[in-house]
């Protein structure tokens, strides 16, 4: 492959928080590819579409978000196919991805799919930092421990992994706000739990955890929950 394919990481929301580098990396390519959920869309493009060169092909591609991995897979399995043949007519591809590619991001199934590329990385700004500092309070402090945490993981296992920690950032919240809330009850962390929706972005909301009501689900959000004072090193 004669082609150069570059996953940018393009921060969490905020166009002014793309670092200069992918700004040169997303300027400079010839074709820009940015996944999007069917019928949407993309966060990634909305970010970065200013710095595309003019004569920049956009290519879009539609992953679904279900439950089941098989689509997505096979999305991705098609999006490399795609990018493989650019990348054979010696194109220079950028890969668009939200937040940082290699923390949990979507580009991190190119690296796999394609190995043979020529493959450069650009990080970015991530949804964690974003998060802190839309509430203005450390991740962590001094010798604290913090965790991050998927919110589709059983509640045992969540249950375990606070009651090991300080602090914790909890993602992919979704559809399992609910159960979370509960979670974080029981482990003595929901107290000075926050909830940030749309880190960075002109829509971004931040409500303590216990303020939402029973059946109130906020999507597109991350929570940052403290036991006790502990994370400001009281």
């Known amino acids: 492959m004669s082609g150069t394919l570059t996953l940018v990481g393009v921060g969490p929301g905020d166009p002014e928080l793309l670092t200069l580098k992918a700004v040169n990396a997303i300027g400079a390519a010839d074709v820009v590819v940015y996944p999007q959920k069917p019928g949407e869309t993309s966060l990634s493009l909305s970010i970065a579409q200013m ?3 003019a004569t920049a092909v956009r290519l879009p591609v539609n992953v679904p978000m279900k439950v089941e991995r098989e689509p997505a897979q096979q999305a991705y399995d098609q999006i490399a196919k795609t990018i493989s043949s650019l990348l054979d007519e010696g194109k220079s591809v950028a890969y668009l991805c939200e937040g940082d590619p290699l923390f949990y991001g979507s580009a991190m199934y190119m690296i796999e799919r394609l190995p043979q590329a020529r ?3 650009v990080p ?8 802190a500092s839309a509430i203005g309070r450390p991740l962590a402090a001094r010798n604290e421990t913090l965790k991050v945490l998927p919110a589709p993981l059983d509640s045992e296992k969540l249950i375990f992994e606070l009651n090991h920690t300080q602090s914790a950032a909890i993602i992919k ?3 399992h706000f609910d159960r979370i ?3 974080l009850t029981q482990t003595g962390h929901a107290a000075n739990a926050i909830v940030v929706e749309h880190a ?3 829509c971004q909301k931040v409500t ?4 939402f009501a029973k059946d109130e689900r906020p999507y597109f959000s991350t929570i940052l929950c403290y036991k006790g004072d502990e994370a400001w090193g009281k």
């Open 51 to 53: 710095h595309i060169g």
């Open 119 to 121: 493959v450069s990385i």
């Open 124 to 131: 970015g700004i991530t949804s964690l930092t974003a998060t």
């Open 173 to 175: 919240v979704g559809r």
């Open 181 to 183: 809330r509960d979670v």
């Open 200 to 202: 960075t972005q002109n």
């Open 208 to 211: 303590p955890l216990m303020d």
